[in-house]
């Protein structure tokens, strides 16, 4: 291949105490946390909106919220905020709650008794540009994250890309939150990539029809005849939800690729929408719910669930899950299913349920830099443990120690590694974060499981 070299002089547009990249689950709780802990803080996301997965992708299921055994909650701090923000729960109401798994329509099946921890997109915007301006933060939208300089190991700049051209940013600390870990990666942090990537997937709105749970049943079964026929290729689930009762979102297209491949990430989009359409079309030819269906919406873009896995100063394991071994550090609490999704299998998965586990405070510092983190699905785990990790509450979760820490070493002028563990634990409850498992172990009505 050959290539060009590129100089250019190019305006400094902030100089913050701490700059956020992606506004996404991780992002949003770092941004807000920070600004919180009195630091200037920027935000940026190349997305016209943030709430990551919830508004990039469609989704609707807190997971890795709830300890499914119990009903009780893993994570608190700013989940329990945007929750409330939503209209989900009422104010100051967050632990009192049993709740149910919303990313598996089959439990909501099971516990009907439960609150579901429903995210709607639009509320989920809305409650995002409100939490973030309410905490003092500057938002920059479409706006990438293109490069970045690093001087003596630490982060110096951050190059963007938007319709002013290429601009930078000079801040003290960085936080990565892209998901995949373009910052880390870029400032030339190790990170690992599975051989066998979790498969990205477009997610479909129909409208006019009416979710329960004898549709779900019916509309894997038309797919799984479709695949037996050779109708159709690969599909996931299906994983049905809605906002209104007379709506489904589905979460059913699976299509192999890295999304830090932009050719694979294309045709996520062109593959994802054709799979979308020709099984709407199959639901529609043999299901008579959906006489009235409409498709009304794709995207707005498909989504990874797994791609660069920084290489943390402890790397998170599937052992300590299980074993849910405690960490001195835990600066946020795991209960989701070890859920790794096939790249070459269709239907459902197995999903083992795991304990309330700790994920420590090192899983978020990349090696080699020290004003940097790395928050979200794209913190230091391995493929496996990473199943579980990778989920929306635990991104928040992660991303609200991560701010925290960041002002914290702002304002005290040192490093990522010199960060005050008890004070920043003890600061991380004060705003609400879960860190004791027994919490979540508990039943309802107090009894331990
Ligand atoms: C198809 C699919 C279904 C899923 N279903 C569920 C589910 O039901 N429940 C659940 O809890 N989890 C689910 N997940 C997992 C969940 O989406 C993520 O793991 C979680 O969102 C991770 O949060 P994050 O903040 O790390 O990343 P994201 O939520 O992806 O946020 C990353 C943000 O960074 C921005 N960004 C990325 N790169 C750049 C850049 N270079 N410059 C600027 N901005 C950038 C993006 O626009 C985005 O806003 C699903 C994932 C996928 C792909």
């Known amino acids: 291949m050959s290539s060009v070299t590129y100089a250019k002089s190019i305006p400094v547009i902030a100089e913050p105490d701490v700059l956020v990249c992606g506004t996404g689950l991780a992002g949003l709780g770092a941004a807000v946390s920070a600004a919180r802990q009195g630091a200037s803080v920027w935000a940026v996301d190349r997305m016209g909106f943030a709430g990551g997965f919830f508004t990039n992708v469609i ?36 632990g009192d709650h049993a709740y149910n798994v919303n990313g598996d329509f089959t439990e909501v099946e099971k516990h009907p008794e439960r609150l579901i921890p429903r995210c709607d997109p639009e509320r989920f915007k809305r409650a995002a540009d409100e939490i973030l301006l ?28 938007n319709k002013a051209g290429l601009v930078a940013i000079r801040p003290k600390m960085v936080i990565d939150a892209t998901g995949d870990g373009d910052v880390a990666a870029w400032a030339g942090c190790p990170y690992e990539q599975a051989e066998s990537l979790q498969p990205m ?62 050719e694979d990430w294309t045709q996520a989009e062109i593959r994802g929408r054709a799979d979308a359409w020709r099984m709407f079309e199959l639901w529609q030819q043999e299901l008579p719910e959906f006489a009235d269906a409409y498709f009304f919406t794709s995207g707005p873009t498909a989504g990874a669930r797994e791609s660069r896995r920084i290489v943390g100063d402890v790397t998170l394991t599937v052992d300590d899950i299980r074993q849910a071994r405690r960490f001195d550090d835990v600066i946020v609490l795991g209960a989701w299913r070890l859920d790794r999704h096939p790249q070459d299998d269709a239907g459902y998965h197995e999903q083992p349920v795991v304990p309330p586990y700790d994920i420590p405070y090192r899983t978020l510092l990349p090696q080699g830099v020290d004003n940097l983190w790395v928050a979200g699905r794209c913190h230091s785990a391995t493929s496996e443990a990473l199943a579980s990790s990778r989920v929306t509450a635990n991104a928040m979760g992660m991303g609200q120690a991560a701010g925290t820490a960041a002002a914290l070493a702002a304002r005290g002028g040192y490093g990522s590694r010199e960060v005050p563990i008890v004070d920043l634990q003890d600061r991380l409850v004060q705003a609400g974060c879960i860190l004791d498992p027994t919490i979540s172990t508990q039943s309802h009505t107090g009894k331990v499981l």
Not at 134 to 161: K, M, N, Y
């Open 134 to 161: 309410g905490a003092g933060v500057h938002p920059l939208f479409h706006t990438q994250v293109a490069d970045v300089l690093v001087e003596a190991g630490r982060i110096d700049s951050v190059i963007l890309s």
């Open 59 to 94: 989704g609707s299921a807190f997971d890795g919220f709830v300890y499914e055994e119990t009903g009780r909650p893993v994570v608190g701090g700013l989940v329990f905020e945007m929750l409330e923000r939503m209209g989900v729960i009422p104010p100051g109401s967050g």
């Open 201 to 262: 997937a477009l997610h479909f709105r129909i409208a006019y029809v009416e979710l329960t749970f004898e549709l779900r049943r019916k509309c894997a079964a038309v797919l799984e005849r479709a695949r037996t026929a050779g109708r159709i290729g690969l599909y996931g689930g299906p994983w049905p939800a809605t906002f209104s009762g007379r709506d489904i979102y589905f979460n059913a297209v699976r299509t192999p690729g890295d999304c830090t491949n932009p």
